[in-house]
Structure formats: structure tokens, C-alpha cells
């Protein structure tokens, strides 16, 4: 009896964690969005270059019809030659590649044009990915103000704006995918990029915040937060990076628009509410839940709950590393104006 007790007791009390675990962890979408299929309407903002534009060339590689959206007509034509030239002829005929022309930091346009590719479509969004992106590092006082108001316009701004213009035709349809395209930014901030970071994590708060209220909908969220990408943007970034900005994140390592383009496929086949890309973003994406983050399976929920103390402790030690670069960055600084 005793021996019973001995080994019952334990094995009740993990099966009733595990239960526990289970019962609170977010199950998926019903049924999967297929790709292959012509009638399937993805809507790519920021679709024109970078990671959206990544993105809708695998997806008309699948077969599904896709909008991409973005200011630049120029870019917008180039795009498309592109996105047709890398489709197998077989996929060019089923579904359609639409581009249309809009600031998506306007409330109006941005609503005129997803009506638009939708009366092309079927009526129908089955899909919203927001990759357009704005970033303007430097030091808090050196950005302007316009800059700060343009991150906050295009990155937080231009997600709001795309997702209540889907939200009607998702509702409408019974089902439907929203993909926020954010950073590692919007997970962790670091010096010189208080505006980007401080727009990003915007994007998190929204996230969080709709996936409660979308998902008796059967709509799932889900927020994108890739590294160094080398893009456009990054190129623009780079000249305006601090030193101590370029240090802290040059361990990150540099990955291409077709990573993160990979992932998101791969997170629209199954369902997660983070997706990170690389061993940093996937340790990021541990240590950083919040009491509103979702998560999608058993596994990951036992993951982050082993290791939530040990990733705080990590987490210190990075951030102490980096005061250390800024200290000795700022040192050398004061240095050079004393010899000056």
C-alpha cells in the first residue's frame, strides 16, 4: 500500500499538471487555409520589397492569388515582373497577382484599397500579412519628430488601419489569418532605437489584445519578430545606427528576406501566435511572454515554464553586457571632446 502510495501520488500530481497545462494552452484554427488553392486571397502590405515581397513570391509559387500593396508604383510594377518571373507557369494560371498603390498610414486609402483587390477576388481575405516597416535609429534627441510620428504612422498605425479593413470580410467568411509583421525590437529594446522599438511593441499590445477578441471568430493572430534582415530597410538603418547599436546587434547575425518569408508559410500552415526566427529570436520569444501571450502547444508551454527563471537570469546578463558597451562607447566619447 505504502509503495502505491509512494509512486501514485507523484505520478497523480504531474498528471494533474500536465492536465492543467494542457487545458490552458491555445488550440489552432479549425482547418487550414490552403494555399494551392486559386480562390485562397492573401493581402501583403509593404509587399513591393524586403520580407513582403519574399512572401508573395513563395506564396504565388503555392498557387493562391495575392495583393501586394505598397506607395511606390515603380517598385509596385517591378515587383510583380519579379513575383511573375519566379512563379512556375503552371501556378501563373491559377489565382492572380494584383498590386495596388496606398500609403498604408492612411486610414482611407489603405480601406479603398483592400476593397478594391477584394471585389477581384471573390470578395474575400483569407489572409492579411503587414510587412511594411519604417525605421530611423539614432540617439532619442538626434531623430526628428517627424520621424518618431512616421514609425508610429507606418508601423503600429499601418496595422490597424489594414486590420479593420480585413476584419469585415474575415467575420463575413467564418475564418481568416492576421500576420503582424513586428522585430526582435518589438520584444526587447536597446539603445538608438527607442522610436522603432517603442512603435514595435505597439504592435504586440494590438496582437495581444485582438487575438482574444478575434479568436471565437476562428481568426488567429500572429506577430512576425525577425532579427537583421538584410533589406532595403536595413541598408537605410545602417547609416544611421550608433556605434553602440551596430555592436549590441551584430552578434544577431544577418538573415535573408527568405528565412523570415519561410517562416511565416510555415506558421500559417500550423499555427503559432510568436514567430521567431533564429536561436536569439526563439530564446527571445522564451524569455519574453506576457500574462495576454498565447501559446499554441503543451510542448512550448513546459518549455517556458522550466525555463522562464533561467532565461531571467540570462536575460540579466545580457543587459548587463550591454550597459557595458555603452559605458565604454560614451567613455571614449568623453575622452575624444577632452582632447579636443
Known amino acids: 500500500m505504502e509503495l502505491y502510495l509512494t509512486i501514485g501520488i507523484p505520478v497523480a500530481v504531474v498528471l494533474i499538471f500536465l492536465l492543467l497545462v494542457y487545458m490552458v494552452t491555445d488550440s489552432g484554427p479549425s482547418g487550414n487555409i490552403d494555399l494551392s488553392d486559386p480562390s485562397t486571397h492573401v493581402v501583403i502590405t509593404g509587399g513591393s520589397s524586403g520580407i513582403g515581397l519574399a512572401t508573395a513570391i513563395m506564396l504565388r509559387q503555392k498557387g493562391c492569388s495575392v495583393t501586394i500593396i505598397a506607395r511606390n508604383e515603380k517598385k ?76 508610429v504612422r507606418i508601423n503600429y498605425l499601418g496595422c490597424l488601419y489594414a486590420s479593420l479593413a480585413v476584419i469585415p470580410f474575415m467575420k463575413k467568411a467564418g475564418s481568416g489569418r492576421i500576420i503582424f509583421v513586428s522585430s526582435l525590437a518589438g520584444l526587447t529594446s ?66 535573408k528576406a527568405e528565412d523570415i518569408a519561410s517562416d511565416i508559410l510555415a506558421a500559417i500552415k500550423t499555427w503559432r501566435f510568436m514567430v521567431n526566427t533564429g536561436l536569439d529570436g526563439w530564446l527571445l520569444g522564451l524569455a519574453s511572454p506576457t500574462l495576454s501571450t498565447p501559446c499554441p502547444s503543451i510542448g512550448r508551454a513546459l518549455v517556458e515554464i522550466c525555463m522562464g527563471s533561467i532565461l531571467r537570469l540570462v536575460s540579466l546578463c545580457y543587459l548587463a553586457s550591454w550597459n557595458g558597451v555603452c559605458k565604454t562607447e560614451h567613455e571614449k566619447k568623453t575622452k575624444q571632446l577632452a582632447a579636443s
Open 190 to 255: 536597446m539603445i538608438g532605437m527607442a522610436g522603432y522599438a517603442a512603435s514595435k511593441f505597439a504592435v504586440r499590445g494590438f496582437a495581444e489584445s485582438v487575438q482574444m477578441e478575434l479568436k471565437p471568430y476562428n481568426i488567429f493572430v500572429s506577430v512576425v519578430n525577425p532579427p537583421d534582415v538584410d533589406t532595403p530597410m536595413l541598408t537605410e538603418e545602417m547609416q544611421w545606427k550608433p556605434q553602440e547599436t551596430k555592436l549590441l546587434s551584430e552578434d544577431g547575425g544577418l538573415f
Open 76 to 151: 509596385l510594377n517591378d515587383a510583380k515582373e519579379e513575383i511573375d518571373s519566379k512563379t512556375p507557369p503552371e501556378k501563373k494560371t491559377k489565382g492572380s497577382l494584383n498590386i495596388v498603390s496606398a500609403d498604408v498610414g492612411n486610414a482611407e486609402q489603405i480601406k479603398t484599397a483592400i476593397q478594391a483587390s477584394c471585389e477581384k477576388c471573390g470578395n474575400r481575405v483569407d489572409i492579411l500579412i503587414t510587412s511594411a516597416g519604417s525605421s530611423r535609429p539614432g540617439y532619442v534627441e538626434d531623430v526628428d519628430l517627424n520621424m518618431y510620428e512616421q514609425m
